[in-house]
């Protein structure tokens, strides 16, 4: 596992062997490059932000801080004091005319001097919309690169479910996709499975399938016929593994039926995935009757260690299980058992972050090395206000930014990227705790993201707090034989006085007083000071718990992947204002509950 980490480095470091794996020698200079870079993480990110200006210079969004002045000829810390003093912290909405002008055919170098050709689309899950970001072919070299290095051996399979989105085209002419899809679709992934010979179990028209359920149901197949090759479970975030597990709970019988006739189930139309897939799968009686004892056996103990029952000779599970993956942790640990769960690495669509230097750790004691040459860095210090109930005021005090040498551990802060890709001083919304250091190199924590705040008045939660409540919560319900299957949440402020309600999609037969029970459980969970005393006062309702009807997340999946998101890529949004998205939650809720916590 090790290896996955240092093969992240490598390719930081841009150091590539000739068959495209790392052996001893690469290994020990890889170490080597960030053992050096590292030591040195201050000198590399001054290096590293004259790199960004100086191919930068005169792009219109930087000569409109900059005016005309010759940066080419400054020095380097000179020239990061000046870029610090000059250009301004931005958000999304500060980059968005640009980058539409680009959308729209602009060829004027505008954030870049490289052309830029494609943009990235962001999930959307976070804000409801999906975000255009630049696309370079920096972003490909370094962003996009680091989705599919595995350490497996030659010949070994990856059972990856991995899903792209439909690629559009703008008004002038650039395409624009998911990240995971832009790599997915370029030359760059079919010549890696080339070189290391390690191959995913399924082919491109299942992954470029634009129906992510038929995808799913060919995943499984494919990675079922391919059992004994396969080494490795993956996909980009944890929801998309349970996602799948969840759905072969469902259907194992008809998959069995296909692997033992080799036929293809009717539930998949789409000609060329059938075509693909018929191509390669044959009859196989004897291991479809091996995997149905396997599948009636698990089912008797709630699919329990299924994933190393199916696949006896993978090493380990892969994937992003950190931030808003975590709910999903307790279902992934219950199908793989003993497997290892290796947390993948830091990073958005916007760029790559930092490197998981200890994948042997628990996923919920992760945190991760930043990577000093992938973008220049900044950190604004964020400090808890004292709540002043009489004006209302509530959050964080925000102290200027500092650069990556300079910050503490211990101290949150909310991370700021400059970027190859043209985008300069960017706050990405992301709230990190400095854990330690490797080296000069701060390793870090992800905590939230500050869009996803809980508030009705004085009251602030975080996507964290909200979680830790749901936890709670959830132990009372598993107490009593129940299963979260997912959650979100909504403040409601139409009518006084408001309050927060969570939507619970659960499974098994559960009292009305232990859901009761667990509503309370919630509120009483929420500590911020503000909460407590609003909920004292009533100036803040009692907490409504919403059980909505089985699939109803399914059906909130399906709304997001119909406006264009990638399954890869989806995180269920943890607290929404998206009134679709509130019409299908109340549409599906079946009972309510009021908390008596504060009675």
Avoid at 87 to 113: K, Y
Avoid at 134 to 143: I, V
Avoid at 273 to 293: F, G, N, T, Y
Avoid at 519 to 532: E, I, Q
Wanted: glycine residues 6%.
């Amino acid at each position: 596992m090790l290896l996955r980490s240092l093969q992240r480095l490598m390719e930081a470091a841009q150091v590539v062997t000739s068959n495209g794996n790392a052996d001893g020698d690469y290994q020990y200079e890889i170490i080597s490059w960030f053992d050096s870079v590292s030591k040195n993480a201050a000198m590399v990110q001054t290096e590293t932000l004259g790199q960004i200006l100086h191919l930068n210079y005169g792009v219109e969004y930087l000569k409109k801080w900059f005016g005309d002045m010759k940066i080419q000829d400054m020095d380097a810390c000179a020239l990061e004091s000046l870029y610090a003093s000059l250009v301004p912290l931005a958000s999304h909405a500060d980059f968005e005319p640009f980058i539409q002008r680009i959308a729209d055919g602009d060829t004027a170098p505008i954030l870049t001097q490289q052309p830029i050709t494609t943009l990235s689309l962001s999930s959307g899950t976070t804000e409801g919309r999906q975000k255009l970001l630049p696309f370079t072919r920096h972003s490909s070299q370094t962003t996009l690169h680091i989705y599919r290095v595995y350490p497996i051996r030659e010949g070994g399979r990856i059972l990856e479910f991995i899903y792209s989105s439909k690629q559009l085209k703008t008004k002038g002419g650039l395409t624009a996709g998911t990240a995971t899809t832009h790599y997915y679709a370029s030359e760059e992934f079919n010549i890696k499975q080339e070189k290391t010979k390690s191959f995913t179990c399924s082919p491109q028209e299942v992954i470029f399938g634009v129906a992510y359920k038929q995808s799913t149901y060919c995943h499984l197949l494919l990675g079922l016929l391919f059992w004994d090759e396969v080494e490795l479970i993956a996909s980009t975030f944890a929801y998309s593994i349970v996602q799948a597990f969840a759905t072969f709970e469902e259907q194992w019988e008809e998959i069995c039926s296909d692997i033992k006739d080799g036929t293809l189930s009717s539930r998949i139309t789409l000609p060329r995935m059938r075509k693909a897939v018929l191509d390669i799968i044959s009859p196989s009686p004897c291991l479809a009757s091996q995997i149905e004892a396997i599948c009636r056996d698990s089912k008797a103990s709630n699919w329990y260690g299924i994933v190393p029952r199916l696949w006896p000779n993978a090493k380990y599970v892969y994937s992003i299980m950190t931030g808003s993956m975590q709910p999903y942790l307790k279902k992934l640990k219950h199908y793989a058992a003993s497997l290892p769960l290796v947390s993948a690495d830091y990073g958005s669509t916007e760029g790559w972050i930092g490197v998981n230097l200890d994948p042997c750790l628990p996923p919920e004691d992760v945190n991760f090395a930043v990577i000093p040459t992938f973008s220049y860095f900044e950190f604004i210090p964020l400090n808890k206000k004292k709540q002043d109930l009489t004006s209302g005021t509530v959050g964080y005090i925000e102290d200027e930014p500092v650069p990556l040498s300079q910050v503490k551990i211990g101290q949150e802060y909310e991370l700021v990227l400059t970027t190859f890709t043209g985008l300069y001083r960017y706050r990405l919304g992301d709230v990190v705790e400095v854990a330690g250091f490797h080296n000069g190199t701060p390793k870090l924590n992800f905590i939230f993201r500050r869009e996803l705040i809980l508030t009705v008045n004085i009251d602030k939660n975080t996507e964290n707090d909200l979680q830790l409540a749901v936890e709670r919560g959830s132990e009372v319900l598993n107490k009593y034989g129940g299963e979260l299957v997912d959650f979100t949440s909504h403040a409601e402020v139409m009518h006084q006085p408001g309050h927060y309600m969570i939507y619970w999609e659960i499974k098994g037969e559960v009292e009305e007083r232990v859901l009761g029970e667990c509503c309370g459980v919630m509120d009483a969970s929420f500590v911020d000071h503000g909460y407590v005393v609003s909920r004292r006062t009533s100036s803040i309702g009692p907490l409504e718990l919403c059980i909505v009807e089985t699939g109803t997340f399914n059906k909130v999946l399906d709304y997001f992947i119909g406006n264009g998101a990638a399954l890869g890529q989806f995180k269920t949004p943890r607290c929404t204002n998206n009134h679709i998205l509130l019409r299908i939650l109340n549409l599906c809720t079946i009972k309510r509950f009021h908390s008596t916590a504060y009675n």
